[in-house]
Every structure is written in structure tokens, then in C-alpha cells.
T-cell receptor
Framework: AQSVSQHNHHVILSEAASLELGCNYS??????LFWYVQYPGQHLQLLLK??????LVKGIKGFEAEFIKSKFSFNLRKPSVQWSDTAEYFC??????????FGKGTMLLVSP | EPEVTQTPSHQVTQMGQEVILRCVPI?????FYWYRQILGQKVEFLVS????????KSEIFDDQFSVERPDGSNFTLKIRSTKLEDSAMYFC???????????FGQGTRLTVV
């Protein structure tokens, strides 16, 4: 069975600081990797995804993530956060067309 | 941009009562899902639905839960006799054929008192 762990439950940053949110997964086979974001009062939105190819994937709003197979990691990064990035961020995996397995989420608070 | 919509956004119900959570998936999607998130915990898979039947369900999805696509547009989750521990945010999602990406609704917060 797949599992996903996100290292931080809460992260507080000032605007313009750099962001890295950790995500590790456990699964023996090929996986698809996702980062979702949930802004306050809104639905889960896909930030970016990795299926195959270049392990550095770029998503919306300046976010990127790097898949490191040897470390079973898919960390989310943004060089300079904005107040509007305040949200909860979820890492998720699936194998093929199977259902998503989510991490617990990381609440990011960006102070202006 | 098409999106998944869920109603109501918040429902309060008494223990033992039945609740129906409603979802309108994106119109050309064929796969439908319910997930839930108990406060402070992970988003957990409940059930997936394809071709008018359940394709996969988790151990959480016991006999008190059921899903239905009554009219070709709505996708509902029914909880027959709610328990306090059913209090959670329930997310509906839908996906296209041949795609592993799921599109989520904004969730229904269910509070059982």
C-alpha cells in the first residue's frame, strides 16, 4: 500500500522568503505524484504533477517540485512566497489509475 | 472553467440522522470519487465510481455509506445513520477517462452533534 508523509504541519514565512515543503512516499513501483493546494474556503486545486520524464516539474503560480527517485521524495519549492500563497498544501500519489493517497497536509502562513 | 460543485458547503446534523451530500462533477468526466478529511488528519479515500457502479472502496466505506448517480449529473454520498466520528470535510472529485488527475470540489463540512 502507498503512504505519503509531509514533514511539516505548519510553516510560517515572511513574504519574499523561499519555500520548500517536504514530501516522501513509500511505494515499490511506478507512481504519479501530485501537489494540491487549498486556499481558504476554496476547493483543492492541482498545483503540479509528475508522471514521467524531467524530474523537475513546474506548476502554476511559480511553484516547482523535484522528483528524486532514490529518496522517494517530491518536495515543493517556490523561490519567493507571497501573502496570497497562504493555504494548505497536500502531496498525493497514485499508481497508474488508482485512487490518490494524500499526505496530512502542510498549512502555510505567509505574513506580509 | 468547469469545476466540481458540492452542496451544501456546511451541514450540521444530529447523531443517528441520515445525510445526503451532493456533488455535480465536471460534465464530460467518467470517474467519480469521495474523499474525506477529519480535522487535523489526512485526506482519506472513501469510494470511486465508474460506469454506474462502485469500482473501489476503502475500509472506511462500510454499510452505512452509499453512493448514487441518480440523474446523470449529480453524484451523491449518503450516510444512513451518522455518528460523531463522521464529522469531517467531505470532498467530491471527478476525472476524465484515461487520466490520473482528479478535480476536486470545495468540500462539504459535516458536523454531527
Amino acid at each position: 500500500a502507498q503512504s505519503v508523509s509531509q514533514h511539516n504541519h505548519h510553516v510560517i514565512l515572511s513574504e519574499a522568503a523561499s519555500l520548500e515543503l517536504g514530501c516522501n512516499y513509500s511505494y515499490g513501483g511506478t507512481v504519479n505524484l501530485f501537489w494540491y493546494v487549498q486556499y481558504p474556503g476554496q476547493h483543492l486545486q492541482l498545483l503540479l504533477k509528475y508522471f514521467s520524464g524531467d524530474p523537475l516539474v513546474k506548476g502554476i503560480k511559480g511553484f516547482e517540485a523535484e522528483f528524486i527517485k532514490s529518496k522517494f521524495s517530491f518536495n515543493l519549492r517556490k523561490p519567493s512566497v507571497q501573502w496570497s500563497d497562504t493555504a494548505e498544501y497536500f502531496c498525493a500519489v497514485n499508481a497508474g489509475y488508482s485512487t490518490l493517497t494524500f499526505g496530512k497536509g502542510t498549512m502555510l502562513l505567509v505574513s506580509p | 472553467e468547469p469545476e466540481v460543485t458540492q452542496t451544501p458547503s456546511h451541514q450540521v446534523t444530529q447523531m443517528g440522522q441520515e445525510v445526503i451530500l451532493r456533488c455535480v462533477p465536471i460534465s464530460n468526466h467518467l470517474y467519480f470519487y469521495w474523499y474525506r478529511q477529519i480535522l487535523g488528519q489526512k485526506v482519506e479515500f472513501l469510494v470511486s465510481f465508474y460506469n454506474n457502479e462502485i469500482s473501489e472502496k476503502s475500509e472506511i466505506f462500510d454499510d452505512q455509506f452509499s453512493v448514487e448517480r441518480p440523474d446523470g449529473s449529480n453524484f451523491t454520498l449518503k450516510i444512513r445513520s451518522t455518528k460523531l466520528e463522521d464529522s469531517a470535510m467531505y470532498f467530491c472529485a471527478s476525472g476524465r477517462a484515461g487520466s490520473t488527475e482528479a478535480f476536486f470540489g470545495q468540500g462539504t463540512r459535516l458536523t454531527v452533534v
